[in-house]
Each structure stands twice: as structure tokens, then as C-alpha cells.
């Protein structure tokens, strides 16, 4: 299963291997807010009355310290203030055993996570790749205390990525489609991609590339400069949105789920809290992600700011 582990993250996030991530390179209603959806019921039972919303407590929004997490807090954060709850930001924490252990502890109330990595980080041996695989393995996973509501479409994982102009000349759109062209095509990718990822991808899609380098953080310019043909590139990379690159589909899923999903403490998550961030994630898909960290990194415009437009335009601000 593949999980977060790239050059950035690596540096944000702290020593990933010794999160037990396993990377390869880096749903509800009803009177329970989280039950009654497939997302919603991993979080394994009822939320506490000591909640958002009508109680008046006040939710506190956290996230880890990378951009995109930081983007992901705060319309986690405006979302909520929008409905009436009383919420507190602590963004910029740090690494996921820092920020977990504070939601255990109640000094977070939420975190936008993604589901891979969070069962990756809570169960290294887990095999479950696809979304309601994860997140039925979390169900069973995380303490009483904490749940998942619903998982977005959205991901932040890995692809194998082309140019536009190198996917139009071959006819590629999924990974399968380089089975008749890999012997031709040097792929890149993070130090450790070709020794995590080249038995599968001749074990599952027959692949066998004429030549692996490193590229690390900057496979995408190696794609763009075409000293590779296939790059290793994160699905919400603003650079994919930058230089016109295609991420192959991935039909036989060697790539795990990396959805945006909510992570809350229950005792402070009411239904209206609950219902506020599912609706985040009902609207919350890759290509609007990757058009919004392009804002943040890449235009350097403030993730509030970002956030706030994303919230107004799909009718949640």
C-alpha cells in the first residue's frame, strides 16, 4: 500500500520510516454524527455530548506542518465557523505521533488526515488498499475514542505521471498502457522507489523500464525537461497543474487510498460539527486540490485566503 513519503513531506512531517507510514516514494446523518454513513461508522460508536455547535464548546482545528494540511485545517475550520461553531486554529504542529497523540489527549478536536496513512501509521502489516478497505480496517483500528467521518474523492498520493505530449503521442491513460512502451522509457522517482516498486510493477502490470534514476523532488521538472518519460509524481502536486502532466490511472490499485478524511476526537465533534465537515468532503475532489495548492504553493497566496474562496464558491462559506 503506498503512503505519503516524498522529499517534502519527508521534511515536514519528520522521520516518516520511523512513523511506520510504509511509503513508496510519500461517510454520515442521523442523529449520531458519526454513524450512518461507510466512512462515519469507522469511527466506532457515538460521539459525547460534550460537542460543538448547540453545547457551545469550542472546537480545536489542528494539522500537521506542510502547506496542503495547513490549506485542508483551515476550510476544516471556516467550514465549521460558517455553521455557528465556536472553533480554535493550531496549525503548523508538526509530525502525525505528535498530532495523534493530541487528539488522544483532547488538546485537538480534528485533523484533516488521509486514511492510507493514518491506518499505515496505526497498523504497518494492514493490506487494505482500496477507500472502504481502509477505512473498515480504521473502523476496527482506532481507539474508542476517535473516528473518521466521511472520506473526500480527493488524494494525495502516488502516480506514475506523463506529459501531456508523451500520453497523446502513445495513446497512455492508465499504467496498463505502458506495458507496450516501458522498455523504451526511463522512470524516475525518490531514491527508494525502484527498490519498493519494481518487483510490483512487473509482478502486476508486466513493466519492465529501460532505466530507474533518482529524481526525488524533482521528478516532475525531469518529466518536464524529458530526461525521464515516467515520473513518481504526488496527485496533488501543483506542478502537474504547472507543466500539463497526466497521472495514469491506477485500475489495478498498487497505490493505496490516500483520502482526505476527517480524524476527530468524538467527545468534541457534534452533529453539527459532523455534518460540516462531511459536507467539505462531499465537494472535495484531486483536480480541485491540486488547482488550490497551486494558489497556495506555487502563487504564494495566503491558504486562508484560498481556503475561504474554495468554501464561497462551493457553497459552504
Known sequence: MSTINRGRRAAVLGTLVALALGTTACGSSGGDPLGGGSSASAAGGSAGTG????????????????????????????????????VQEKFNIGSRE??????????????????????AYLDAKSTAVTTQDVNAALTKTLPASLGILDSSPAEDKDSLSVTQETADKYGLKSISDLAAKAGEFTIGGPPEFKNRREQQLKDVYGLTFKEWKPTADTTANALKDGSIQVGNVFTTDPKIVQYKLVPLTDPKDIFGAQNITPLVNKAGVDATAAAALNAVS???????????????SVDKEDPSTVAKDWLKSNGLG
Request: aromatic share 6%; hydrophobic share 40%; charged share 10%.
Open 282 to 296: 462531499a465537494k472535495l475532489d484531486t483536480p480541485g486540490l491540486v488547482a488550490l495548492m497551486k494558489r497556495v
Open 98 to 119: 505528535v498530532l495523534y497523540g493530541q487528539l488522544q489527549g483532547g488538546n485537538l478536536t480534528v485533523l484533516p488526515e488521509y486514511n492510507g496513512s493514518l491506518l
Open 51 to 86: 460537542g460543538s455547535g448547540a453545547s457551545g464548546s469550542t472546537v480545536v482545528v489542528g494539522s500537521a506542518n506542510f502547506p496542503e494540511n495547513v490549506l485542508l485545517g483551515s476550510i476544516y475550520s471556516q467550514a465549521l465557523k460558517a455553521k455557528g461553531v465556536k
